[in-house]
């Protein structure tokens, strides 16, 4: 060891002194290329679809988007979120001839996507593919675009994550400092800044979607961009016979709801004594990309709050250490307003003192000009960032059939730019003079007032208390789809026919039951093997023993309490756990198909019924032909939250106490393979008590 630290320091000595390296200021770079714009194929097809085709032979993949003239703002006031889920279930409810899943699977294997969405003032379609599969794909997309069916069992999914996304817009509090600047800004009462809450979502029906599908998606109300690796005289062929069944008609799709303008002045808080930092958003409306103001509010806004080198950064967070961070600047749209807002979190000691000095960096920069190297750097900065807006022609494609869709003329990326080449000294004075209004300011914070180092009084403005409350849904029936007398009765003969062929009355009389199994869960391309043993003692006690790869886990629970024992030690259990058993328990074959106070079973079609309880568990049981239970769906929540659909799909039946049972479970989780479970045993009624399953292992 000596003789190497010899060597080593011998080494070093002979070493030459590394050169400095340069300072940042010292580095040159090649000016950015000068945007390009194509020129794509344009034509209308008879159906009076506008269609624009650009060639790219670089790479053999082809990409389109159908972009459709519609979106939230024509939400009606008591179905929020109607657009979003039309835009989400016309892709994952499939269309006349496939379902959403069997379309998953084809794309899949040919690594190629279809996709929908409605934002707030346009939707559409998109597609993307290998060239060698664009005729397949593109009959895929025409499908999605033309005939989607939204399923109900997709609507039934998508209202419970929104329903999840609800229950936990509480949990972030940066999230609820902007989700609450938007809606005071805009105003709470307007389709662009109200908030979607169960009762909103709950009165959708598919019904709705089909009819807001049929208002807004029609020819004349779209248009379709092509791009990638075709010739343009072809895909024109193809597109024409593509859609020359697709001949809808609608009368012409009004204008968006107006803004109504306001000025919700003051400060708005929100309490929350779990922070230790406060989180705010200050600012007001801002204006149109069209205005002629715009490039100007730009480089201003940039030298106010964009970047390390901006002022807020620099005195706020630099020179006085207040700001974990900051930044700010002005916001456009192209036709309704976007918002001048600066954005940030501070220590909660400096709540009062930041918001102060915000103010006073916003008001030096309307009473003082900037410096030459402030305008210079703000000016290079927005016009380098304009230019990735650009950096590849299918972008470019996409910016030019957006200019289209709003109004704006082909060469506004070159007006704008020109205007910010142009802008001045006395540009930003006057613009900052005239559009920045602090004494307009919608300031919201979300924080502890308990640490503030000041109160909020103290900036000489009304304080408002926000409230958070998230109102509870409207009590509703247990069960997802309506029922009536003729279809209860179908379902509880669907529900005597299952019964029946499991086995007859010996069903009814299983109290207990325990299973052993041996489990394959599917975690991407990874597989991990579980060894199970679950144990029930009807109505309410479960146990599950389980070997995992890295330990041991015991979970019990009587639907009230538990607790839960792993590698790491004993544990309670949580309220979201204690939710999963109580679903267990519900599915579990025996308690499932038993009649009790308060459960319906209702028939959803000749073969599938829907079995609700009072405590609002739901899952739709799909029976074979001679009556054994085939598939189970149902919807599960994650302990981390967000929502998905289950399905376990049952085969293998086997004769067990005079009871047949399935000794193999296929499980599905998203339309995707999740699980599969082989069983090695069941043993019914084992005379075990409840308190033989809450015995913790020693």
Request: aromatic share 10%; glycine share 8%.
């Amino acid at each position: 060891m000596k003789l190497i630290f010899v060597a080593l320091t011998a080494l070093f000595a002979q070493a030459q002194p590394a050169a400095p390296i340069p300072s940042y200021k010292q580095l040159k770079f090649p000016p950015l290329k000068q945007v390009q714009v194509p020129e794509p194929v344009t034509f209308t097809l008879p159906n009076g679809m506008k269609v624009f085709l650009l060639e790219n032979h670089e790479l053999p993949l082809v990409s389109g988007s159908a972009l459709v003239r519609t979106g939230n703002l024509f939400d009606p006031n008591d179905k929020r979120g109607l657009a979003d889920f039309t835009g989400r279930i016309m892709r994952s409810g499939g269309t006349a001839k496939k379902t959403g899943d069997e379309i998953d699977t084809e794309l899949e294997n040919m690594a190629a996507s279809v996709e929908s969405q409605i934002g707030e003032s346009s939707g559409g379609v998109s597609f993307s593919c290998l060239k060698e599969n664009s005729g397949k794909v593109l009959a895929i997309f025409k499908d999605v675009l033309t005939s989607p069916e939204f399923r109900q069992d997709k609507l039934d999914f998508a209202v419970q994550q929104q329903r999840s996304n609800i229950s936990r817009r509480n949990d972030d509090p940066g999230g609820i400092a902007q989700r609450e600047f938007a809606n005071t800004v805009f105003g709470k009462d307007t389709p662009y800044g109200w908030s979607i809450e169960y009762e909103h979502i709950d009165r959708v029906t598919r019904a709705d979607l089909q009819a807001f599908y049929n208002r807004y998606f029609f020819p004349a109300n779209i248009k379709l961009s092509v791009y990638g690796d075709f010739n343009a005289a072809e895909m024109r062929t193809q597109l024409e016979q593509l859609f020359a069944d697709w001949t809808v008609k609608q009368p012409p799709v009004p204008a968006f709801p107006a803004y109504k303008k306001q000025t919700p002045k003051g400060v708005f808080f929100a309490e929350r004594d779990d922070v230790t930092q406060t989180f705010f958003e200050i600012g007001h409306i801002g204006g149109l990309l069209k205005d002629n103001d715009y490039a100007a509010l730009q480089v201003a806004g940039t030298i106010l709050g964009s970047g390390f080198s901006s002022r807020l950064m620099t005195t706020v967070r630099t020179k006085l250490g207040y700001a974990y961070s900051i930044g700010g600047g002005w916001g456009a749209g192209f036709d309704s307003p976007g918002v001048f807002q600066i954005s940030g979190s501070t220590k909660s000691s400096t709540t009062v003192d930041t918001i102060r000095v915000v103010r006073e960096e916003v008001e030096k920069l309307r009473s003082q000009p900037v410096t030459d190297e402030e305008l210079q750097t703000a000016k290079e900065s927005t016009r380098n960032s304009f230019v990735f807006n650009f950096d590849r022609p299918s972008k470019t494609l996409s910016r030019l059939v957006t200019y289209e869709y709003f109004g704006y003329p082909k060469d506004f990326m070159f007006q704008y730019q020109q205007a910010v080449a142009k802008v001045t000294k006395a540009d930003v004075l006057r613009v900052s003079k005239t559009h920045f209004q602090p004494e307009n300011f919608t300031i919201v914070a979300v924080g502890n007032p308990k640490e503030f180092g000041k109160p909020l009084e103290d900036l000489k403005l009304p304080v408002q208390k926000i409230d958070l409350t998230i109102p509870e849904p409207a009590k509703k029936a247990a069960a997802a789809t309506a029922a009536s007398g003729e279809s209860l009765a179908k379902g509880k003969e669907l529900v005597d026919k299952a019964i029946q062929a499991m086995g007859g009355t010996a069903v009814a009389n299983v109290k207990s039951y325990d299973v052993d199994r041996d489990m394959e869960l599917q975690n991407g391309a990874a597989v991990m093997k579980v060894a199970q043993t679950m144990r029930m003692v009807y109505p309410n006690h479960l146990r599950q023993d389980q070997k995992l790869p890295f330990g041991k886990i015991v979970v019990y629970s009587d639907t009230k309490t538990g607790w839960m024992i792993g590698p790491q030690g004993p544990m309670p259990m949580q309220a979201a756990v204690i939710e999963q058993v109580k679903g267990e328990l519900f599915r579990s074959p025996f308690l499932l198909l038993t009649p009790l106070p308060g459960k319906k079973f209702n028939a959803v079609s000749a073969d599938t019924v829907e079995i609700a309880d009072s405590a609002g568990n739901t899952a739709k049981l799909t029976l074979s032909a001679e009556g054994l239970p085939q598939k189970l769906t149902y919807m599960t929540t994650a302990i981390t939250g967000g929502a998905s659909e289950v399905t376990e799909i049952y085969s293998d039946w086997r004769e067990v106490s005079g009871i047949r049972l399935p000794f193999k479970v296929l499980i599905e989780q998203g339309g995707k393979k999740y699980a599969e479970a082989k069983v090695g045993a069941y043993r019914l009624n084992t005379g075990a008590s409840p308190e033989d399953l809450s015995k913790k292992p020693q």
